[in-house]
């Protein structure tokens, strides 16, 4: 089985993915279920600050239906890592540095 590896909440200004339609923008902030079990799922469901005309510039925090998000507002940002530009999956993120693991395992000092 594949780990979910969206599966921790992060804050509203480090989200997994940034999804905008108009006025509308949804940060996504957990995923509850891996990508393939999403797709077998009509009910799967993502954690979510959402930012509308209806918010007054504010964030509002909740689970929200993955296709109701992926049928009205298109992807528009993952986070890249801050040396080489690759986008930062779960996968090969480290931890909060902003960077990928490999651009990170390189700016680690060499012991002498």
């Not at 992060?10 to 279920?33: I, T």
């Not at 009910?43 to 964030?59: D, E, K, L, N, Q």
Request: with cysteine; net charge positive; hydrophobic share 30%.
């Amino acid at each position: 089985m594949i780990k979910n590896l969206c599966g921790k909440t992060r804050k509203v200004d480090n989200p997994y993915e940034v999804w905008k339609a108009g006025d509308w923008e949804w940060r996504v902030l957990k995923k509850y279920q891996t990508p393939e079990a999403e797709a077998k799922n009509p009910y799967a469901r993502w954690y979510c600050a959402v930012r509308s005309p209806f918010t007054y510039g504010s964030w509002e925090y909740g689970d929200t239906y993955v296709s109701e998000v992926m049928n009205h507002a298109a992807k528009v940002r993952a986070r890249k890592c801050t040396s080489c530009g690759h986008d930062l999956t779960p996968a090969i993120e480290h931890a909060t540095s902003g960077l990928c693991n490999l651009c990170w395992a390189f700016s680690i000092p060499k012991e002498k």
